[in-house]
C-alpha cells in the first residue's frame, strides 16, 4: 500500500513550501494546484472557476451557489467538483507514494492505512510577514490580516460543508506542526523521518 502525506495549512503557514520540499527530499511526486488541472481536464471547466468553487476560494459566494443552486436531483455543480476532486485524489494515492496538498486530501483518504494527515499552522504575525515579504501577494499589513483570516475562513467552512471533521482542530490530524517555531528545514526532517518510519523507507 503507497504512503501518502496529506498536508492542510492556514493560509501563508508555509505548508506549500513544506510539502513541496518534502516531496523533493523524499524523491516523491507533490500534487498540489496539479490538481486541479486534472480536475480542469475531467470536467471541462475552467480551472479559475474550480479554484473559485474550493478551498481557495477568496469570496464567500460559492456557499450561495452551493445552497441555491441544486438541481432536480439535490446536486450543484460544486458537488460534482467535490466528486471529481475525490475521484482524482483517490486515483493519485492509488498510484505511487505522494504528497498532496490541501483539497481535504487527508480526508478523502482517511480509510487508507499508510495516509499520514499533517496541519501545518503559525502565528497570524508570522503569517503577516510570510504573505508581505515572501509572496508579496500583499502591501500593508492590516489588508495582509483580512486576508489571513478571510482564506482560514473559507477554507474552514469548505470543509465543514464536505467533511467530518473540524478543521484545523489537533484531534483530526496526524501530526500538527508550528512552521513559525521549528522552521520550514525543521518541519520538513520531521516529517521526512515520519515518512521513513511509516514506509519503511
Known amino acids: ?5 496529506a498536508i492542510s495549512r492556514q493560509y501563508a503557514s508555509a505548508g506549500r513550501t513544506i510539502g ?5 527530499k523524499l524523491g516523491i511526486p507533490c500534487y498540489d494546484s496539479s490538481i486541479l488541472d486534472k480536475i480542469s481536464e475531467k470536467t471541462g471547466l475552467d480551472q479559475k472557476y474550480i479554484k473559485e468553487s474550493g478551498e481557495y476560494s477568496t469570496s464567500t459566494s460559492w456557499i450561495f451557489s452551493a445552497i441555491a443552486g441544486r438541481d432536480y436531483n439535490g ?3 460544486q458537488d460534482d467538483i467535490w466528486q471529481v476532486q475525490r475521484e482524482t485524489i483517490m486515483e ?6 505522494c504528497v498532496i496538498i490541501g483539497r481535504n486530501a487527508d480526508y478523502l483518504l482517511k480509510d487508507m ?3 499520514i494527515s499533517v496541519f501545518i499552522h503559525a502565528s497570524e504575525e508570522e503569517r503577516i510577514q510570510r504573505a508581505i515579504y515572501e509572496y508579496r501577494e500583499i ?5 495582509a490580516r483580512r486576508i489571513i483570516r478571510q482564506r482560514d475562513k473559507r477554507r474552514k ?3 465543514q460543508m464536505y467533511t467530518e471533521i473540524q ?3 489537533a484531534r483530526y490530524y496526524d501530526v500538527c506542526l508550528d512552521s513559525g517555531k521549528f522552521g520550514v528545514e525543521l518541519c520538513v526532517e520531521i516529517l521526512a523521518q515520519l515518512y521513513r518510519s511509516r514506509a519503511g523507507k
Open 157 to 159: 467552512a469548505y470543509t
Open 1 to 5: 500500500m503507497n504512503t501518502v502525506i
Open 113 to 115: 492505512a499508510q495516509v
Open 75 to 77: 446536486r450543484t455543480l
Open 92 to 97: 493519485l494515492a492509488g498510484k505511487e507514494d
Open 167 to 169: 478543521w484545523g482542530e
Open 139 to 143: 502591501s500593508e499589513s492590516e489588508d
Open 20 to 24: 513541496h520540499q518534502l516531496a523533493d
